[in-house]
């Protein structure tokens, strides 16, 4: 079976941001090398706890919109690096 090239990144709420709305969140980022050649799979996960004085609607309707704009650079940008990572791979075997 080929060497398969995979990746991760984790993140924080960052704690110089005024924390009135998001008390917490913390997540990563996985990139997943599948056997099919030029294939991989991301994987997204978010922990979030937020104020409890907000609505749990407005609290579902914010995530999807944070989720459409925190995936927009998610394509161009791991192309990149999934490119710089299997090319540093391969001529390491």
């Known amino acids: 079976m ?3 090239c995979s990746f991760g990144e984790g993140f924080d709420l ?3 941001v005024s924390a009135m709305m998001l008390k917490e969140v913390t997540g990563f980022w996985y ?3 599948l056997e099919a050649e030029c294939v991989s799979r991301v994987w997204l996960r978010v922990d979030l706890c937020a104020a409890n004085w907000l609505p749990h ?3 579902d ?3 999807e919109r944070a989720l459409t704009r925190a995936t927009a650079w998610l394509k161009p940008n791991v192309e990149e690096l999934w490119s710089k ?3 540093s791979t391969e001529r390491g075997s």
């Open 2 to 4: 080929p060497s398969l």
């Open 14 to 16: 960052d704690p110089t």
């Open 31 to 33: 990139v997943e090398a």
């Open 57 to 59: 609607w407005l609290i």
């Open 61 to 63: 309707y914010a995530s």
């Open 85 to 87: 990572s299997c090319a």
